[in-house]
Nanobody
């Protein structure tokens, strides 16, 4: 079983920055890919970014490229999402997700096996 716990959400002004963390436990993650998805009110859940546990590959949804960075700390079994230049349309519940044996790009087109509980990010003045 895999457990994913998100932290770091909150309220930020447009143009500001926020960092999300996803602490993973319960497995050896060397062959997992971990990603972030988000769901805004009244909209479907959408892919944001993913990274293979080896760190060799990362993949981003077009609207966040150049603004968001996904990276990890193997020693802490934690994946981070650094969000800069935030916009009101980034407001959503952000979910950490993990899946075994897939690529970062493939995660954008699938429903991963494991999910965190979600954390609210609000971008508003």
């Amino acid at each position: 079983q895999v457990q994913l716990v998100e932290s770091g959400g909150g309220l930020v002004q447009p143009g500001g920055s926020l960092s999300l963390s996803c602490a993973a436990s319960g497995r050896t993650f060397s062959t997992y890919t971990v990603g972030w998805f988000r769901q805004a009110p009244g909209k479907e859940r959408e892919f944001v970014a993913a990274i293979t546990w080896s760190g060799a590959n990362a993949y981003y949804e077009d609207s966040v490229k150049g603004r968001f960075t996904i990276f990890k700390d193997n020693a802490k079994s934690t994946v981070y999402l650094q969000m800069n230049s935030l916009k009101p349309e980034d407001t959503a519940i952000y979910y950490c997700a993990a899946h075994y044996g897939t690529t970062a790009q493939a995660m954008a087109r699938m429903r991963p096996s494991y999910w965190g509980q979600g954390i609210q990010v609000t971008v508003s003045s």
